[in-house]
Each structure stands twice: as C-alpha cells, then as structure tokens.
C-alpha cells in the first residue's frame, strides 16, 4: 500500500510517486547522457527524467533502491503515471562530476566502496565520471567539504532477467573513473556493502523487484526475486572478484 | 592588428532561475590560453546558496587550469557553460585590459543611509504647512517637567492645551515585513510613553498619534490601528489621505499656536 510522504506519495522502497510533471524547458542547463535526461518540475522538486526502454528502467529503479541498502547515496527515484516510459531522479543541488580531489574531503568517502559492491552485484560497467556527484557541504568543516552521490544505474545488466542470471563475477569495471581509490578503507567498505546485500530478507527483495518491475506479470516478477536473492546471497564473493578487477587496472 | 579571442565561462547555480554567473574566461591569444579570473566570487545570497559558494571555491583551482579552448573539463559538472567565442583587439597587455571588461574591480559600497525616520517625518509635516518651531524632537519626560531625560518618543507639540506625541512611520519601499517592525516600533514606543506618563502622575491631556507616511497601504493602516487597539487618546493618521492629513496638521496647529504666540 502507498504511504502519503510531506508531498508526493512515497511507495513501498521509497519510489516516489510523481504527480503534475512538467519539463523545465527554460533551463540552460543541458545533461549529458546516452538517453538524453532533462530536468523537471514536480511537487516543488527538480528531478532528472529520462525515457528509458524497459529493461533499462528496471536497471534504474532498482540500481537506486537496492543503493541505499547497501549503504550507496543515490538520489531519491520517482516515477510517474502520465509518463510510465521515464523514470525520475532527484536533482542533487550544485553537483560537480568525479574529481579525486574532491572525493578525497567527501563526508561519505566510503560510499566509494559501497558503490563498487552495489555496481558489481547489478551488473554496472558504466560508473563513468559523469556518474559520481561531487556536491559541496552548505556547511564545510576542517576534514569534510562535499559529499558523494551516485547516479544512472540504467546500463546494469540486472535490468534483464536473463543476464541477472547470468552474469557470474563477469561485472567489468568499464568506465570507472581511472583513479578510483582502493585504498584500504574502500576495500573495506566494500566488504561491508557486500556483506548487507547478502543479509537483505526476501520480502525486501520482493519489494525491490516489485517497485522496479511493477509491470511485469507476477510470474516474471518472481523469477527476477529468485534471480535476485541468488545474486544479493553471493554478493561478497562477487563484490571482492570486482574489486580485485579494479584494483588490478 | 591581430584579434584575440575570449570565451566566458559561466555559472548556472540554479537551474530553475538559469541565470548566468560569469566566473572566469579564457583568452586565446599569441597561440596561448589564458585564464582569467575575477579577483572576487559573488557570495551566497547572489548565487543563492552556500553550496553554490563552496563549490566555485572547490572548483577554482580546474578552472585556472583550463588548456582547452573548446570544452570545459568534465569534472566540472553540468553547471558551468562556455559561452560563445568572441573578437577582442589585440593591444598591449591584453589579459588585463579584458580582464577589467569582464571582472571590473568593485571597491567595498557604502551603505546608503536615507533620511532617518524623523527626519523624514519632520520633512512631511514642514511641506504641510507644520511649523518647524511647533515640532519639537525626541520627547523626553523632562519636557513637561517630569524627572526622566530618557527620549520615549520620536517628536513632540506641547502648547497650552495639551501634549501630542508622534510616532512616524515610513512605509514606501519597504518590504512588507520591515513595514510591519516599524508599526510594531511606533506603536509599541507610543504605550510605552503613555505608560512613563501615568506613572509619573502626569496629568494633562495628552494625545498620541502614528502618522504612516505616503507610500502605505491600507493593509498597514489597520495594523497599525489594531496596535493601538484599546489604547485611549491614540490613534492613526495616513498621511496620504488629504483628509486625515489636514486634520493631523489642524490639530497640530491648534495644540501648538497659543504657545508660538506667547
């Protein structure tokens, strides 16, 4: 059942339920992005929308649900009614794109090893510079002065069912940034990651699949939950395959 | 002679207002690029936040060491734009000279004061046909023969038949909220004088008015006038209205004309 969030309605897994979308067309900002995103209005927010073929949306439903459970910061996801092909990400205030400088007085800095463990277990090779904010602190201190986020989950393989199944410790760091740091405390917080995606219960994993994969029959939905425990069970050995692969660039 | 060219670099921090914030440009010139900078970023409440502040801090450093007069490093993120590349003559010691086009150097403003409230009440009263010798500033008790030399109100007419206080309000150009501290200032001055004046056993008529200034709004008149809710012998003046201004003005003249002629 739907629960009623300050603004928008917030369904199960935190999917926000977008109402009167409409395009900022007057904005000079242009986004950079293969599904070509833009920005709208919705509920007193601004949201990044795109239109994405199916399999990619699931990817980035549940690339922005299952973050957060790993521990990942991803922007808050929306999906709307009046536009079922576009899903919607919230606009993370005066973002920057990947620095290492940055990354390096972030107050998450081991989100970066979260991220590693989330992009392994869905399958994500595009962690591109693009994808990783860089967002000031409004309030900066001695040791911190930004913050992380990730974004745009919608090229993970767990978006189909047959390469969720399929895909093994074949997640290929791709365009990862070429001076990712793993240095101790990300490989730690990668394990760490890992280890909480292989204690999520089913009836999470059911939610996941079902706020990400809404408009699939239930026998697909449940062939995807059964995929994705197996994935979520082995997600510590595939998430420290990965990170090997990483450090090993 | 040869032309340069320049490309600005600028800042959208808010994507819904999309206003452009010049931050730096970049100079093509002699087979070199140059960056160029303003000495100074605006601060928060131009650029709206302090994270916008804190991430063209952050951010400096990429951009003074910007070698691509086409693109903009990546790094930088989706808010900051190259504009269109522009001619500019080529004369000695170009980098400065467009530098002082694009960035001028600001020296500190100085806070302008206008006319103080008083004195912006005292003009009023003069142009309408008040006497500067009838108005009296900074009434303290001491006027009417009490012990207090403490100023409990912003002007004053004492004459033979009575006292009147006033309190001014200036209500054009003001934002709402600074219109509603001033009502707040007038009113609650003018109690508290009442108050000083019962308490010392004060025992002439007296009366006690706030005159809003042309400029107000009705909305403000009846603020005001619920300030002065249930206080006897107050009230409120528009001066914008010319009724209410030539009564205020009459009954000035009247309180203090016998005092003029002795």
Same mark, same amino acid.
């Given at each position: 059942?739907?629960?009623?969030?300050?603004?928008?309605?917030?369904?199960?897994?935190?999917?926000?339920?977008?109402?009167?979308?409409?395009?900022?067309?007057?904005?000079?900002?242009?986004?950079?992005?293969?599904?070509?995103?833009?920005?709208?209005?919705?509920?007193?927010?601004?949201?990044?929308?795109?239109?994405?073929?199916?399999?990619?949306?699931?990817?980035?439903?549940?690339?922005?649900?299952?973050?957060?459970?790993?521990?990942?910061?991803?922007?808050?996801?929306?999906?709307?009614?009046?536009?079922?092909?576009?899903?919607?990400?919230?606009?993370?205030?005066?973002?920057?794109?990947?620095?290492?400088?940055?990354?390096?007085?972030?107050?998450?800095?081991?989100?970066?090893?979260?991220?590693?463990?989330?992009?392994?277990?869905?399958?994500?090779?595009?962690?591109?510079?693009?994808?990783?904010?860089?967002?000031?602190?409004?309030?900066?201190?001695?040791?911190?002065?930004?913050?992380?986020?990730?974004?745009?989950?919608?090229?993970?393989?767990?978006?189909?069912?047959?390469?969720?199944?399929?895909?093994?410790?074949?997640?290929?760091?791709?365009?990862?940034?070429?001076?990712?740091?793993?240095? *101790?405390?990300?490989?730690? !917080?990668?394990?760490? @990651? #890992? &280890?909480?995606?292989?204690?999520?219960?089913?009836? /999470?994993?059911? +939610?996941?699949?079902?706020?990400?994969?809404?408009?699939?029959?239930?026998?697909?939905?449940?062939? *995807?939950?059964?995929?994705? !425990?197996?994935?979520? @069970? #082995? &997600?510590?050995?595939?998430?420290?395959?990965?990170? /090997?692969?990483? +450090?090993?660039? | 002679?040869?032309?340069?060219?320049?490309?600005?670099?600028?800042?959208?921090?808010?994507?819904?207002?999309?206003?452009?914030?010049?931050?730096?440009?970049?100079?093509?010139?002699?087979?070199?690029?140059?960056?160029?900078?303003?000495?100074?970023?605006?601060?928060?409440?131009?650029?709206?936040?302090?994270?916008?502040?804190?991430?063209?801090?952050?951010?400096?450093?990429?951009?003074?060491?910007?070698?691509?007069?086409?693109?903009?490093?990546?790094?930088?993120?989706?808010?900051?734009?190259?504009?269109?590349?522009?001619?500019?003559?080529?004369?000695?010691?170009?980098?400065?000279?467009?530098?002082?086009?694009?960035?001028?150097?600001?020296?500190?403003?100085?806070?302008?004061?206008?006319?103080?409230?008083?004195?912006?009440?005292?003009?009023?009263?003069?142009?309408?046909?008040?006497?500067?010798?009838?108005?009296?500033?900074?009434?303290?008790?001491?006027?009417?023969?009490?012990?207090?030399?403490?100023?409990?109100?912003?002007?004053?007419?004492?004459?033979?038949?009575?006292?009147?206080?006033?309190?001014?309000?200036?209500?054009?150009?003001?934002?709402?909220?600074?219109?509603?501290?001033?009502?707040?200032?007038?009113?609650?001055?003018?109690?508290?004088?009442?108050?000083?004046?019962?308490?010392?056993?004060?025992?002439?008529?007296?009366?006690?008015?706030?005159?809003?200034?042309?400029?107000?709004?009705?909305?403000?008149?009846?603020?005001?006038?619920?300030?002065?809710?249930?206080?006897?012998?107050?009230?409120?003046?528009?001066?914008?209205?010319?009724?209410?201004?030539?009564?205020?003005?009459?009954?000035?003249?009247?309180?203090?004309?016998?005092?003029?002629?002795?």
């Amino acid at each position: 059942m739907p629960r009623t969030g300050d603004d928008q309605t917030t369904l199960d897994c935190s999917v926000v339920a977008l109402r009167d979308v409409a395009e900022l067309t007057t904005t000079p900002i242009r986004l950079e992005g293969a599904c070509k995103p833009k920005l709208y209005l919705a509920g007193g927010q601004l949201w990044v929308g795109k239109r994405l073929a199916a399999a990619r949306r699931r990817a980035e439903v549940l690339g922005s649900l299952l973050g957060p459970e790993l521990g990942v910061p991803v922007p808050r996801v929306g999906l709307c009614d009046s536009m079922p092909d576009s899903v919607f990400s919230e606009w993370v205030a005066t973002p920057a794109h990947w620095d290492l400088a940055g990354a390096g007085v972030a107050d998450n800095y081991e989100a970066l090893g979260a991220g590693l463990a989330l992009d392994a277990v869905i399958g994500n090779a595009d962690r591109n510079p693009r994808n990783i904010l860089i967002q000031p602190l409004e309030k900066q201190d001695k040791t911190h002065m930004c913050t992380l986020w990730f974004i745009d989950h919608e090229a993970a393989e767990a978006g189909e069912l047959r390469r969720l199944r399929g895909m093994g410790n074949s997640a290929h760091p791709g365009e990862l940034p070429g001076d990712y740091p793993t240095d *101790f405390a990300v490989e730690q !917080a990668c394990e760490a @990651a #890992a &280890a909480r995606a292989a204690e999520i219960p089913e009836s /999470r994993i059911r +939610a996941l699949v079902a706020a990400s994969c809404g408009n699939e029959s239930p026998a697909i939905q449940n062939k *995807f939950v059964d995929a994705l !425990a197996e994935r979520l @069970a #082995a &997600a510590p050995r595939i998430a420290e395959a990965y990170f /090997r692969k990483v +450090a090993a660039r | 002679m040869t032309a340069a060219e320049y490309r600005v670099v600028h800042f959208i921090p808010n994507p819904v207002s999309g206003a452009r914030v010049p931050v730096a440009a970049l100079l093509r010139a002699e087979g070199r690029i140059r960056v160029l900078s303003p000495e100074h970023y605006p601060g928060a409440e131009c650029l709206g936040s302090s994270r916008a502040v804190n991430l063209l801090r952050a951010i400096r450093p990429q951009l003074e060491r910007i070698d691509d007069f086409g693109n903009l490093p990546e790094s930088l993120g989706p808010l900051f734009q190259l504009g269109h590349v522009q001619e500019v003559a080529m004369v000695q010691d170009v980098d400065t000279a467009l530098r002082r086009l694009l960035f001028p150097i600001v020296s500190k403003p100085k806070i302008q004061r206008g006319p103080q409230r008083a004195r912006q009440g005292a003009n009023w009263l003069e142009r309408n046909g008040v006497s500067s010798d009838w108005i009296r500033g900074g009434f303290r008790p001491a006027d009417v023969g009490l012990e207090s030399k403490v100023k409990i109100a912003t002007h004053f007419v004492k004459g033979n038949s009575g006292l009147l206080l006033m309190e001014p309000i200036v209500a054009a150009a003001r934002s709402r909220s600074d219109v509603l501290g001033a009502i707040e200032l007038a009113t609650t001055r003018l109690r508290s004088a009442d108050h000083v004046l019962n308490s010392a056993g004060f025992e002439r008529e007296r009366g006690f008015v706030a005159y809003l200034l042309p400029g107000s709004s009705e909305d403000a008149a009846d603020v005001a006038r619920r300030a002065l809710f249930n206080f006897e012998g107050a009230g409120v003046v528009e001066c914008g209205k010319p009724e209410q201004a030539v009564a205020f003005t009459s009954r000035i003249r009247q309180i203090a004309e016998p005092l003029t002629l002795n």
